[in-house]
């Protein structure tokens, strides 16, 4: 690997964590059509968070957009990345992504975003189910609601300030979510320090 299109990142980061092009929803929204031009806008609690253009070459897919890395000036990509076609089993095609990070090119149906769109292997990026581990898999799901709510990250205490432009029926859904997370938590670490002592003791021989 190596070079721009390496892809390479930190496995610290999940599929969650990034944003993704989804190429058997552009298939359903028709946005593969020849000639076709359009941008894609991602955003958070209606605030814009990036944009990508997207145009289709036949075979191909040309993606530009701008990528920036911390205290780094701003970069313009520009770059193709082929299209593959397979016939489905009771009838009709399935396109496919191949993945242009140098050296790869599998054949994937969606592409996450660093500086680079790429499959989720040169990212190193697990599925959030695959972090989810006893006793902190709560902890990661209360810790999502709080991303969403735009509350600050590994604190179960709960914040009453709601997102502008967040509808308080969408607010209190993910609240009552956040909270059932946070004390299912809790239960689970006081479970798992039972446990531990338990075991401890055992060794020490009390």
């Known amino acids: ?21 989804d190429v058997r929803r552009l298939q359903r929204d ?22 990508i253009q997207i145009r289709t070459n036949g075979n191909s897919l040309s993606l530009t957009y701008q990528t920036q890395r911390s205290g780094g000036e701003a970069r313009q990509m520009d770059y193709p990345v082929a299209l593959e076609w397979t016939q489905c089993t009771y009838g009709g095609e399935r396109v ?10 599998r054949r994937v149906a969606i592409l996450y975003g660093g500086s680079v769109f790429a499959c989720r292997h040169c990212h190193r990026l697990a599925y959030s189910s695959q972090r ?45 979510e956040h909270h059932r997370h946070s004390v299912a938590s809790l239960l689970a670490m006081e479970e798992f320090c039972e446990i531990f002592e338990q075991k401890l003791a055992k060794i020490e021989g009390r």
């Open 1 to 21: 690997m190596g070079g721009w299109g390496s892809g390479r990142r930190s496995s610290n980061y999940t599929t969650e964590d990034m944003r993704s092009l």
């Open 30 to 51: 028709g946005l593969l059509k020849q000639g076709l031009s359009c941008t894609l806008i991602w955003s958070r609690h209606g605030q814009k968070t990036g944009a």
């Open 96 to 105: 496919w992504f191949r993945c242009p990070a140098q050296g790869c090119g």
């Open 132 to 176: 989810d581990r006893f006793p902190d898999r709560h902890a990661l799901r209360a810790d999502r609601v709080r991303k969403k709510l735009g509350w600050e990250l590994g604190k179960f205490t709960i914040s009453h300030d709601k997102p502008k432009g967040m509808h308080w029926k969408t607010f209190n859904r993910l609240t009552a």
